[in-house]
């Protein structure tokens, strides 16, 4: 296994069975608490770092995917994995509007749930599942929702063109500073960005690297670093794209499958390609704070914690709200 691939897997597994260690057999406070599952599925940590060994060994971009799920489900109102639902006649799925384009491994969710329904069914939920960060224990206990909320994600969600201003707002709704904004758009728009972009074509949606009104297009940016510029030039798709086409793109070329503070550097020298990432290296409430981690990464694994534990417990549905699903992407009334 390379120097790169190491750390992935050892936060991958953090990210995992930190959250879904072990249980109470009952939910006597409607609160979230660590160590939920203790009693009521004692071998929780065991079957989740056998799957997760098993997924990274083969999909070794399964942590940057799981990342990003988490940060769009637990945005939108509740972290109850209601990103993972299917679409039904009624109701359209979140995972499949245009805010989720380039998302995708949540069959790899759907594999650990299997394998923890095996050794205790109807116990550990999906939205404890897929919540989680660095190297931090995390509390368990949320109960799984019963709907997806297509129709309210652009209420929530902040989008890569809005001004900065909006951006740190919608954070602050949930209680995340400046410091945490900064560390968690490095989750959400590296991970965008940083490993790969699908081209654009009517079957994946506009990929924003390449629509016009990038900084890419219809005229580049002059203040995107010109080497940068020529390299990722080639990485768009034709006028008229192949639908059926995908395009993989590494915009990190230095650290492309490793979770580190280069983003940061990236921004600082004129190479973000997202507009919130111009907004980010050069707006005065931020652009301390990605010096600050561009310099540390110490201090963006601690931000990013921080962050990410006040954004895992984002209005959770617990005690007798929701439901544990018998598959993460139905509904137990749809089963």
């Known amino acids: 296994m390379s120097s790169n691939s190491k750390p992935l897997i050892i936060f991958l597994l953090a990210i995992l069975y930190s959250t879904v260690l072990s249980a109470s057999t009952q939910n006597e406070k409607p609160t979230l608490v660590i160590n939920y599952y203790r009693d009521s599925c004692p071998q929780a940590e065991d079957i989740i770092k056998e799957q997760v060994k ?5 999909h070794k971009n399964t942590a940057f995917s799981w990342l990003r799920n988490i940060f769009h489900d637990c945005f939108v109102e509740s972290c109850d994995a209601s990103l993972l639902l299917d679409s039904t006649r009624r109701v359209l799925s979140e995972k499949e509007t245009d805010r989720s384009f380039g998302m995708r491994n949540f069959r790899y969710i759907e594999t650990i749930k299997e394998a923890l329904e095996r050794e205790c069914p109807g116990v550990v939920s999906c939205s404890d599942i897929l919540v989680g960060g660095p190297y931090i224990s995390l509390k368990t206990g949320r109960r799984d929702g019963r709907k997806s909320r297509a129709d309210i994600i652009e209420k929530y969600l902040p989008d890569h063109n809005e001004s900065i201003s909006v951006v740190l ?9 400046t410091p945490g904004v900064v560390a968690l758009l490095e989750m959400n728009c590296r991970l965008i960005h940083k490993t790969v972009w699908y081209s654009r074509s009517s079957q994946c949606g506009a990929n924003p690297l390449c629509e016009t009104g990038s900084p890419l297009y219809p005229e580049v940016d002059p203040s995107l670093n010109p080497d940068h510029v020529e390299h990722m030039l080639h990485k768009c798709p034709d006028p008229i794209p192949d639908p059926k086409a995908v395009q993989y793109v590494r915009n990190d070329r230095g650290t492309p499958m490793k979770l580190d503070n280069n983003y940061y550097r ?12 111009h907004q980010l290296a050069t707006d005065k409430r931020t652009k301390p704070f990605v010096k600050k981690m561009a310099k540390s990464q110490d201090y963006f694994f601690k931000e990013f914690a921080r962050a990410i534990t006040i954004l895992s417990e984002n209005n959770p549905l617990t005690g007798t709200k929701g439901e544990i699903r018998k598959q993460c992407n139905l509904a137990n009334k749809l089963h």
């Open 54 to 58: 098993l997924l990274y060994k083969r």
């Open 266 to 277: 990236n921004i600082l020298d004129n190479k973000g390609l997202l507009i919130v990432d």
């Open 169 to 177: 707002e919608r954070f602050a709704n949930i209680g995340i500073d």
